[in-house]
Structures are given as structure tokens and as C-alpha cells.
């Protein structure tokens, strides 16, 4: 069985920074693309974020592109994403998905 495990989230001034963790489990993890969705209230998902299996690619949205850094460790079976300069918009619960499955995800709130 897939599981993901996202932590990290929190509560942040704007300005701040926060790294995500999305924890892995029940496949072979470094044969998969790993990514980052996030949803606000009343909004419909996008996509934040993926790296590639290797983590030699990588795919940012305009909105977070020169803010954010995703990254994998694949002995840890573990994906990240550092979030900088967190904006009130960048306000929303985060996920992680590999293999069409998804996490729980995490509530990042970001204060003006």
C-alpha cells in the first residue's frame, strides 16, 4: 500500500520560510516522479511543484518559481520542499503524490 506522509506546515509571518516533508512508503520510490500539489479554501488544486525520479529534473508554477526548492533523497525515501518568501497567497493545505496517491497533507498559513 502507498502511504505519503506530509509534515512541516505551519504557521509563518510573510517573509518567512518553511520545509516540507512528505515521507514515502509501499513502492519503489526512486522509480517515480514525485509532486506537490497545494489548496486554498474555496479554490481549485494546482500543482506547486515535481522532480523527476532521480531529481535531475525539476518543474516549479510561475507563482513559486524563485521561491521554492523541491528536492528528494532517495536513500530516506523522502521529498522536500523548501518554501521562501512565503506570501499570504502562498496560504494553503499541501500534498504530495507519487503513483496517483495522495497524503493528508499539510495546512501552511502564511500571516500578513
Known amino acids: 500500500e502507498v502511504q505519503l506522509v506530509e509534515s512541516g506546515g505551519g504557521l509563518v509571518q510573510a517573509g518567512g520560510s518553511l520545509r516540507l516533508s512528505c515521507a514515502a512508503s509501499?513502492?519503489?520510490?526512486?522509480?517515480?516522479?514525485i509532486s506537490w500539489y497545494r489548496q486554498a479554501p474555496g479554490k481549485e488544486r494546482e500543482g506547486v511543484s515535481c522532480i523527476s525520479s532521480s531529481g535531475g529534473s525539476t518543474y516549479y508554477a510561475d507563482s513559486v518559481k524563485g521561491r521554492f526548492t523541491i528536492s528528494r533523497d532517495n536513500a530516506k525515501n523522502t521529498i522536500y520542499l523548501q518554501m521562501n518568501s512565503l506570501k499570504p497567497e502562498d496560504t494553503a493545505v499541501y500534498y504530495c503524490s507519487a503513483k496517483d496517491s495522495w497524503g493528508q497533507g499539510t495546512q501552511v498559513t502564511v500571516s500578513s
Open positions: 509501499g513502492f519503489t520510490f526512486d522509480d517515480y516522479a
